[in-house]
């Protein structure tokens, strides 16, 4: 076989608790599971030879038997489609693993549950070097240099583990430049990080991180999804292709020119619509509302969140200064006439943004507590 097509995946985290989703977070468990099956369709329609899943298949070393089934069965539907997967930091091969069971796992599943092993798929034309996870921690590398072969068998590496520079230490399987270069692999899968990193060449080996396939907390924003890679002797072609149900967005709202309630949710609604596309309502969402509000705007959290409903779901924390009437302290006499007084008189020698910043914020400190940001 002259090249060969890979669907590159990782941190699937399968049952895992999706944290603070309130109501819907039974049904967000269902799409993390959903998502795995979809990936698995992906393989079939686009012909892909070998899916590799480079850690964190699961979220956790001893998995729901049920959930072991559900996979396992998934995977033998998916011949001839060859599987390979190491373990990873979250479902690292301790002694009562799923991955160390005898005769659990299909003839067309790989796993790599220990130091690196490697597996020859001469109908393929490809051979498979992988390491896992025995212990949640691997402060040593993984990639160890092995002499390959010389022959037509393009070599391929999965594992999960942490980019460091020379020198650097990690405590989950520290990987340098230098190790992969010289690793002889042209296609190195890597898995761990939960931002997706563009495929990187070192030395005549690619490398690349998926990322997570579903956000499972704020912060693992955006679209996620797997890579598929065309690996041949000369050349390596990858592409993203998302595969999420939902994607996570964290968003940041200046309301300070909403008059109502109605404008400050239509401000919102076009900050999704703007972060999401047209399929905002079927996103995560937190929004952080602020700026000044405007006299007379008195709005709560949950009449804004109810304003925007039809979104699947959404979160808002309020950041906004309360109104002040600063031309009411102009009389004098009282504390905050004094403030601003004091202040005025200091206009000389501070900038005048600090100054502006002093006022904002010295003149709500009446209110209450104030929350300063940055
Ligand atoms: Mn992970």
């Not at 005898?102 to 130091?115: R, Y």
């Not at 925007?308 to 309360?322: A, C, G, I």
Request: net charge negative; glycine share 8%; hydrophobic share 40%.
């Amino acid at each position: 076989m002259e090249s060969v097509r890979l669907l590159h995946c990782a941190d699937l985290h399968l049952g895992a608790e999706v944290v603070r989703l309130g109501t819907r977070s039974r049904a967000r468990r269902a799409e993390f599971r959903r998502t795995f099956h979809r990936i698995l369709e992906l393989a079939k329609e686009e012909k892909v030879n070998l899916l590799l899943i480079a850690g964190d298949l699961f979220d956790v070393p001893v998995v729901p038997e049920e959930l072991c089934t559900e996979v396992r069965d998934a995977f033998a539907a998916a011949y001839p489609l060859q599987i390979a997967l190491c373990s990873g930091n979250h479902d690292p091969a301790t002694c009562d693993s799923v991955y160390l069971r005898e005769d659990f796992w299909p003839e067309n599943v790989t796993v790599f549950a220990s130091g690196l092993a490697i597996k020859e798929f001469p109908e393929l034309g490809v051979r498979l070097l992988g390491a896992g996870f025995t212990s949640t921690y691997c402060s040593h590398t993984l990639l160890r240099r092995v002499s390959l072969p010389a022959d037509d068998l393009l070599n391929i590496g999965i594992m999960h583990g942490t980019l460091v520079s020379e020198g650097q230490g990690s405590e989950h399987n520290p990987i340098t430049l230098r190790q992969i270069e010289a690793s002889g692999l042209r296609y190195l899968a890597l898995g761990h990080i939960h931002t997706r990193k563009e495929p990187a060449k070192a030395g005549e080996t690619t490398y690349a991180y998926p990322g997570c396939t579903e956000g499972r907390k704020f912060g693992e924003n955006g679209p996620k999804g797997v890579y598929i890679a065309d690996v041949s002797r000369y050349s390596c072609n990858v592409r993203f292709v998302p595969v999420c149900e939902r994607r996570l967005e964290c968003l940041e709202v200046d309301i300070s020119e909403a008059e109502n309630l109605g404008d400050v949710a239509s401000l919102v609604r076009k900050a999704m619509e703007k972060a999401a596309g047209k399929g905002y309502r079927e996103q995560i969402f937190r929004v952080t509302v602020k700026g000044e509000q405007a006299e007379g705007l008195c709005f709560g959290i949950e009449e804004l969140e109810s304003a925007l409903s039809d979104v699947w779901y959404l979160e808002v924390q309020d950041k906004t200064l309360p109104f002040v009437d600063e031309a009411g302290f102009g009389a004098g006499g009282s504390i905050q006439s004094v403030f601003l007084k004091k202040l005025a008189e200091r206009e000389e020698n501070v900038k005048a943004s600090r100054l502006e910043m002093a006022r904002k914020y010295g003149l709500r400190a009446f209110l209450g507590p104030v929350d300063i940001e940055n």
